[in-house]
């Protein structure tokens, strides 16, 4: 038995390694069944403490289970589950004409930018590069030089490779704008698993699952971002319209369930206008901002619940506070930044000085947004104010619970300033503190005007939004003269480096062109994954049927080689990363064509050893040995024409070459080693006979 045990381990070990490279794939879509139940079952859930601590208690028991088991999984391409695909290109051209000063223009700069706009259509080496060649060729020889177009006062001594320096730096900030303005909005349109990457020096490749409207899609990416300087307004005012959405909620409710009468008068005045008036913008008409102190205090005093048990007292408090539930509220006092206090909401007793901060999880986004959609809840907040989340999750929660957790605020709707006047923006750390910091640089009319904003509003935030995400909410300190500001308080330079991203698509006019689209239906997906299976499926039971019939035990032995070797190349795609696509799958159908061929090379051989009257050991011995130079020499030269196509082609013809690589190797290892290694176990105990489908059974 010892002397077999590397040949049991040859067959074994791969079985062992593909059924854990799979298991994630069994295991995520177990998971997500599961995911999916307790998400409908949330959403049917009474309060939405109740949904929350759901979605909780599944995030806590299989939250990092889920993550790693779609992390490597078998993932399918676009071809398969549908969607759509998109190739965007930065114009670089068009931001480098922007960077010249407008005065200095003439007919050779004109002509030089319209070169090499059209060079670059059809040239993939970097538009810098392009512009400088054809600017070398047509203004210099005109006693042209870069200093005759570009002004870059900002930086002293300036010269010619000190502006090449800048436009590439351009060139490259332009790229991560774009990659992070494209996956925002992406997010926000709430593709699931997209693929985003940068392809080339000015390219952006975008897979895009599931999407199938395109119009809309393309209006999306297209659409130039929007940066604005908005004032933070987390203040009693928003509290207060909270406080009133809960009690039309809470009434609206009671309503359905019949406890209120249609007619009630326990409505108040601003909730029964709210209802009424649905379809007119009546925000005007709230007066938000006045209360009477005396009923303040009171109802501060009083308490509603008094004399119920703690559930019921609870389970009353979610009843009343259908909205406010759905977030956290801490109110800071006036002076006091690092320590807050929560915020109960059973009555309308706010104070009016100090801030407000609110913090909710992403389970229950969808349900905020939808509450917030409603005409009649708009209708109860200030019409001078929008509500806005951070566009990146609070990493202390996350790290905490693993539950994404999203600052928000109340933000006045007319923005200070707009993203058109940044100049410029750069990622660097202060030089007393070593803490990362971005300064922001701005044109002359956005420094007169930034310097009035900040000179009335010392100590309070200003957001800074794109495309309607909260990036930043720094404190104003004292009053910014000059344009040039220095924003603190990120957590790491990476942080730093994404405000600096942020900022410069305000200051950088690059617009993103799709310059490719393909939109895959999900029925054609489904499709090409019934046809594309039925075809494997066919051909293999072919295959199978085949080797049977014609090399009996020995066409048994190669069809599990066989099988063996389809399992492996899904398992290695799994667990290396890969995506499975239609021609991907069209390379596991030419993978079995030829892992079976390396078979019948060595039955035939093996076959012609024993009809010339060598004993079953030398036969097979001979018939391994001499078969292996065509085979070898077979796979070697499809292997070489896979890896050009791997690495000159593009998408599918990608997945139809990396597919076929590793059935390549799967082939080689199946086809001779676990092929032998089963036959040598089968004749280990003195066998004289094996049939190879020879007619008759040789003896040895």
Do not use: C
């Amino acid at each position: 038995m010892k002397k077999h045990i590397g040949k049991i381990l040859i067959i074994v070990i791969p079985i062992i390694a593909a059924i854990a490279m799979l298991y994630p794939t069994y295991r995520a879509y177990d998971l997500n069944k599961i995911k999916t139940q307790v998400e409908k079952l949330a959403e049917q859930d009474s309060t939405s403490a109740d949904s929350l601590a759901r979605i909780e208690r599944f995030e806590k028991q299989y939250g990092k289970d889920l993550e790693s088991a779609n992390n490597n999984r078998v993932k399918l391409g676009l071809d398969l589950r549908g969607g759509m695909y998109v190739t965007l290109e930065v114009d670089v051209v068009r931001l480098i004409d922007e960077s010249a000063q407008k005065e200095t223009k003439d007919e050779i700069f004109e002509q030089v930018i319209a070169e090499t706009r059209q060079e670059s259509q059809n040239n993939n080496d970097p538009v810098i590069d392009i512009f400088l060649k054809k600017f070398n060729k047509i203004a210099r020889p005109k006693g042209k030089s870069l200093l005759s177009y570009f002004d870059i006062g900002d930086i002293r001594d300036a010269s010619e490779e000190k502006i090449i320096e800048r436009l590439k730096k351009n060139e490259e900030s332009a790229i991560d704008q774009a990659l992070e303005v494209i996956r925002q909005r992406i997010d926000k349109y709430g593709v699931s698993e997209p693929t985003i990457q940068k392809q080339g020096s000015r390219r952006i490749m975008l897979e895009l699952p599931g999407v199938n409207k395109e119009n809309e899609m393309r209006k999306l990416l297209q659409t130039t971002a929007r940066l604005e300087f908005n004032l933070v307004k987390n203040d009693q005012k928003i509290v207060r319209a909270f406080y009133k959405i809960d009690k039309l909620l809470a009434e609206q409710a009671k309503r359905r369930k019949g406890i209120l009468d249609t007619n009630s008068t326990s409505l108040t005045s601003d909730t029964a206008s709210a209802i009424k008036d649905t379809t007119k913008n009546i925000a005007a008409k709230n007066d938000t901002t006045s209360s009477d102190t005396t009923t303040a205090k009171k109802a501060d005093t009083s308490n509603p619940y008094a004399g119920l048990s703690e559930k019921e007292a609870q389970r009353r408090y979610l009843e009343d506070h259908p909205f406010t539930t759905l977030f956290l509220t801490f109110y800071l006092s006036p002076g006091e930044r690092s320590q807050s206090m929560p915020v109960n909401y059973t009555a309308d007793a706010f104070p009016s000085e100090g801030e407000y901060n609110f913090m909710i999880y992403e389970p229950m986004l969808k349900k905020f947004n939808e509450i917030l959609s409603r005409p009649e809840v708009r209708s109860l907040i200030p019409s001078d104010l929008k509500i806005l989340r951070e566009a990146k999750p609070d990493e202390r929660i996350l790290k905490q619970s693993n539950v994404n957790a999203y600052n928000f605020f109340a933000l006045k709707a007319e923005p200070e300033l707009t993203g058109d006047v940044i100049t410029n923006a750069v990622a660097t750390f202060d030089p007393q503190t070593n803490q990362p910091m971005v300064t922001m640089g701005m044109n002359t009319d956005g420094a007169e005007r930034w310097a009035r904003i900040t000179g009335a509003n010392i100590k309070k935030r200003i957001a800074i939004v794109l495309d309607d995400q909260v990036y930043s909410a720094p404190v104003v300190q004292v009053k910014i003269t000059g344009g040039n500001s220095q924003i603190t308080g990120m957590a790491n330079a990476d942080e730093a480096h994404l405000l600096e991203i942020v900022l410069k698509a305000g200051a950088l006019k690059a617009p993103v062109q799709i310059i490719e689209e393909r939109v895959v239906g999900p029925s054609l997906g489904e499709d090409s994954i019934r046809s594309g299976i039925t075809a494997l499926v066919i051909a293999t039971i072919l295959v199978i049927l085949f080797m049977i019939l014609y090399y009996r035990k020995g066409g048994i032995i190669a069809d599990f080689a066989v099988i063996l070797n389809i399992i492996l190349i899904i398992a290695v795609l799994a667990a290396f990363q890969g995506t499975l696509t239609l021609p991907g799958i069209a390379g596991l159908i030419l993978t079995l064509g030829m892992a079976v061929d390396a078979n019948i090379l060595i039955f035939e051989r093996i076959r012609e050893e024993l009809f010339k009257g060598r004993s079953l050991r030398s036969a097979i011995d001979e018939g391994f040995s001499k078969a292996y130079s065509a085979i070898i020499d077979s796979n070697i030269t499809t292997g070489i024409t896979a890896v050009i196509l791997y690495f000159l082609g593009t998408g599918p013809i990608q997945g139809f070459a990396l597919t076929l690589l590793i059935g390549i190797f799967g082939t080689l290892f199946t086809g001779i080693m676990v092929s032998r290694a089963i036959i040598e176990l089968l004749i280990a105990k003195g066998a004289t006979s094996f049939n190879f489908g020879q007619p008759k059974v040789i003896q040895s």
